[in-house]
Each structure stands twice: as structure tokens, then as C-alpha cells.
């Protein structure tokens, strides 16, 4: 996901943290504002920033490491990259009181994953080559089908929820 010679050791743990510390606030955010629509909408959007943040803290850690940095500051800078969640989910709880404004965090998140994937994921897909494209292509096609799928479960039982 992140070459590793972007620049060297320091520079390199500092720029990764920065920018997990605003796609954290983000998360946060994002958070906040489930919570606040409903408990059962919160939970399931910690269940799935969950599963989302796992492979991206130990792929984050595997760069630093490969950097040179010790274990004591890959924690540090760990911690410290994660702390920007706990103000966004009080933003995210304050804004997402007013639905209106519910709306438009639930937007700019889309975007986020939008953005992600497109950006990201789609061209590392086309990046890949094998022997056997079209079972790569099944592979990448029910991931994608069964993430929608999981989306879709989940909006279905927000919604049965307001009734």
C-alpha cells in the first residue's frame, strides 16, 4: 500500500503518522455520527472501522519497522497517530445530532471511501498480473460484491431500525 523508499527513516514515520492521524479524525468522525443516529448504527460502524483499521495499523507498522524505527517509538508514534479518533467522535456526536447534518457527514464519508477506492484499490487490482486473470477476476469481483453486499445488510437493518 505505501512504498517503502517514499523518503528516508524519520521523514518517512512522520509522514505515514500525519497522515493516519487525519484519516483517524475521519474515522472519528464517522463514528461520532453513527452513534448518534442510533446505537445499533454505531455499532455497527465500530464493528466495521474495526475490521478496517486492523490491516492498515499492522501495514503501517511493517513500513515503520522497515524504516529503522525502534519498537518503543513505532508505539509511540502509533498512539499518537490514533488519538485524532477521540476528538472526531465528539465531533461526530455533536454534529450528528442535528440530522441534517447527519446527511452530509454520512456523504463526506462516502466520498472517503469513494476516493479510496478508486484511487487505491482499483489500480492496485489492475496492477496484478497471473496466469489465471479471470479466477483473479472472480476474487476481486465477490470481494467487492460481498462488501456492497455487507453495506447493503446494513443499511436494510438501520432502516427496519426507524420503523
Same mark, same amino acid.
Given at each position: ?26 474515522? /472519528? =468522525? %464517522? !463514528? *461520532?455520527? #453513527?452513534? $448518534? &443516529?442510533?446505537?445499533?448504527?454505531? @455499532?455497527?460502524? +465500530? ?43 465528539v465531533? /461526530? =456526536? %455533536? !454534529? *450528528?445530532? #442535528?440530522? $441534517? &447534518?447527519?446527511?452530509?457527514?454520512? @456523504?463526506?464519508? +462516502? ?14 487490482m ?32 438501520e432502516? *427496519?431500525?426507524?420503523?
Amino acid at each position: 500500500m505505501y512504498p517503502v523508499s517514499v523518503c528516508a527513516g524519520g521523514a518517512q514515520a512522520l509522514l505515514l503518522s500525519a497522515g493516519g492521524a487525519v484519516h483517524r479524525l475521519a474515522d /472519528g =468522525l %464517522a !463514528l *461520532g455520527s #453513527a452513534f $448518534a &443516529a442510533s446505537g445499533s448504527a454505531g @455499532a455497527a460502524a +465500530g464493528a466495521g472501522l474495526a475490521l478496517h483499521e486492523l490491516p492498515r495499523a499492522l501495514s503501517d507498522a511493517l513500513v515503520l519497522s522497515q524504516s529503522g524505527l525502534g519498537t518503543r517509538r513505532l508505539v509511540a508514534l502509533a498512539v499518537a497517530a490514533a488519538l485524532p479518533v477521540l476528538p472526531g467522535v465528539v465531533a /461526530g =456526536l %455533536a !454534529l *450528528g445530532a #442535528a440530522p $441534517a &447534518a447527519r446527511s452530509w457527514l454520512a @456523504a463526506l464519508g +462516502g466520498g472517503f471511501l469513494l476516493h479510496l477506492a478508486l484511487c487505491h484499490m482499483v489500480p492496485a487490482m489492475l496492477s496484478v498480473r497471473t496466469r489465471s486473470p479471470w479466477a483473479l477476476l472472480a476474487l476481486q469481483s465477490a470481494g467487492l460484491l460481498g462488501g456492497w453486499a455487507l453495506l447493503l445488510l446494513l443499511a436494510l437493518g438501520e432502516q *427496519g431500525d426507524e420503523h
